[in-house]
């Protein structure tokens, strides 16, 4: 988050600890309750989606928190302004810009359809499948590419006869594992790459092993379950409408992805590198600046200013120095013991609070770990693949689901035995390449 909402923050709690006057203590307990009592409403809200007590979607739910942070006094109106980190709402739009212009060009269909026209066995179908959602979701947003994907492979499994049960779900996972890879690969690792500096091309040496070894596992791991499913079964010729190919504008789009990587490693500026490539899309494209607009996702843009307010709400209260002080004598005092123990601590609480807040409520202690570095690729690594344990998991889980529920049926445990074992090895994988 801002440097200056951080200072004034750290300041006024040093300040409370040189006058610990009881009128302010009882102002800052006051202050702590109200914030922990808002940040659990926010947390049901975005956990427990549109039952029937209330519709409220995910940024729906997290607008109502940061305005009950500000409604109660819990931070002023200037603070929760300088809660949101620009930064990271620049990086967001200029990826989404650049996968908009991408998904109206339908390069996404076109691949989808060219793979899964090309697979001569049922293996090899759920190899392209895992390494090309893996690889893609490393290059761009993975739920983008699940929601890209999904409606074309079960046109595909349907004219196959395939059990379309192992490749969603391959699908789902791979996308997951493959978006650690790197700083633009998935919401929280966006986050990361803002507000621990760490080079791309550093973030992506060290994740890219963890990343290719854990899909692997997963293929392997899919395919052991499933094995009477997939079974090398010879896949007869299919007949599917070929997605029509906007060429020009997939070489504009492509070109202006290989200038935005070239700014992320040569400038180190994520934010700038990414809004300027999305802007110069605007202007070259040819496509209306307001078509491209309006397919931008700018809910999950509200999401995450909302989520920066609720958590600066809370650290202003010093819920996260509190509850850092709490669990930091369990979490080791050597590398390795950190290592391992933060990965576990993190896998379990992205799944309670969601990877992307826990990221966010996590992000003030990696500092105090002996090597802060090596932490925020564990960070990453942990909260990513905590996004397979179970369906909640992640909004790409969600995507999948969601888009195939009319044509099959992913029961809790289909996912849950892939799902665990999968979250169980990669983390694994993980944890020994960074100790």
Sequence with gaps: MGNGYWKVFQKDLKTTHKNPSSQRQKRLEKLLIKSLLIFILTYIIISAQKTKWHKLDRPSGALLGAVLMVLTGVLTLDEAYRAIDFNTILLLLGMMLLITYLKIANCFKY?????????????????FVSFSSGILSALFVNDTICLMFTPLLILALQQMQLNPVPYLIALATSSNIGSVVTLTGNPQNMLIGVFSKIPYLDFTMHLIPIGFLSLIANVLIIYMIFREDINFKKINPIQLVQPELDIKLTV???????????????????????????????????????????????????????????????????????????????????????????????????????????????ATWIDKFIDSKTMWYVLAMSSTFAGNLTIMGSVANMIVLELSKEHVHIGFWDFSKVGFTTTLISTMIGIFILM
């Excluded at 691949?111 to 759920?126: I, M, W």
């Design 252 to 362: 504009k789009s492509m070109s202006v992805l290989f200038l935005i990587f070239l700014g992320f490693i040569f400038t180190g500026n994520l934010p700038l590198s990414a809004i300027t490539g999305g802007l110069a899309l605007i202007i070259i494209s040819g496509v209306k600046p307001q078509y491209a607009m309006e397919k931008v996702d700018w809910t999950l843009l509200l999401f995450f200013c909302g989520l920066f307010i609720v958590v600066g709400g809370i650290h202003k209260a010093g819920f996260l120095t509190l509850a850092h002080n709490t669990i930091e004598p369990y979490l080791g005092d050597t590398i390795p013991s950190q290592v391992v123990r933060f990965s576990t601590f993190s896998v379990v609480a992205s799944n309670l609070v969601s990877n992307v807040p826990f990221v966010l409520l996590s």
């Design 111 to 127: 691949l989808s359809y060219f793979l899964v026209t090309h697979a001569r066995n049922s293996f090899l179908l759920l190899c």
